[in-house]
C-alpha cells in the first residue's frame, strides 16, 4: 500500500492525464490490471498492490506526480510477489522515489535525444 506523499507536485512528468497509463501492466511474465478509483479500500491509503487478483489501485483524487510516484510504488509490490521476494516497507518507499526520479530523469532525456525537444 502506498501511503500520502509530500512531494513537490510540480515535477515534470511524461505521463500527464489518465488516458496515458496502460490498462494493464505486464510484470514479469503476468498481466497485471491497473485501476484509477475514488477511493482504496483501507480508506487513508492511496493506492494499493492485490496479487490474488492481479489488481493495482490508485486513487484519482492524487496530483499527477502523487499518482505516477504511487504506481512505482505499487509496481515494486507486483514484482516483490512475482518474482518471490519481500522488502521492508521503508526501502519500497525509498525505491519508489528513486525509481520514479529515475524514470522521469530519463525519459525526459530520451525523449529530448530521440525527438530532439
Ligand atoms: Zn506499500
Keep these: 500500500m502506498a501511503r500520502k506523499k509530500n512531494f513537490d507536485p510540480d515535477v515534470k512528468l511524461p505521463l500527464g492525464d489518465l488516458s496515458q ?21 483501507s480508506g487513508s491509503d492511496v493506492g494499493a498492490c492485490e496479487p490474488n487478483t492481479k489488481t493495482i489501485y ?42 520514479g526520479d529515475f524514470i522521469l530523469e530519463n525519459f525526459n532525456a530520451i525523449n529530448r535525444i530521440v525527438l530532439g525537444d
Design 58 to 99: 490508485n486513487a484519482i483524487d492524487q496530483s499527477r506526480s502523487e499518482k505516477f510516484y504511487t504506481l512505482i510504488h505499487e509496481v515494486i509490490h507486483a514484482i516483490e510477489d512475482e518474482y518471490g521476494f519481500k522488502l521492508r516497507h521503508s526501502a519500497v518507499e525509498k525505491l519508489e522515489r528513486g525509481v
Design 21 to 41: 497509463y496502460p490498462n494493464c501492466l505486464l510484470i514479469k511474465d503476468c498481466v497485471w490490471q491497473l485501476k484509477f478509483c475514488r477511493q482504496i479500500e
